[in-house]
């Protein structure tokens, strides 16, 4: 079995049209959920509540 080499325009162009689909802000935002957070950081943020706003209106409506 002969293997073809793929035709130089064909494989720029691919290189293109993926460089581009990576650079998307759809393939930006899926790259950041991928990112893993230390377990520290999500059991302990830095405001101290597992719900800033929601930690925020219960204090508000503790001191009402």
Not at 6 to 16: C, F, I, K, N, Q
Not at 34 to 44: F, G, I, K, R, S
Request: proline share 6%.
């Amino acid at each position: 079995m002969a293997v073809t080499a793929m035709p130089t325009e064909l494989a720029v162009l691919l290189v293109g049209v993926a460089a581009r689909q990576a650079a998307s802000p759809t393939a930006r935002a899926q790259a950041r959920l991928a990112l893993v957070a230390p377990v520290e950081q999500l059991l302990a943020p830095a405001h101290g509540a597992f719900h800033g706003l929601a930690a925020a209106a219960l204090i508000r409506w503790q001191k009402e």
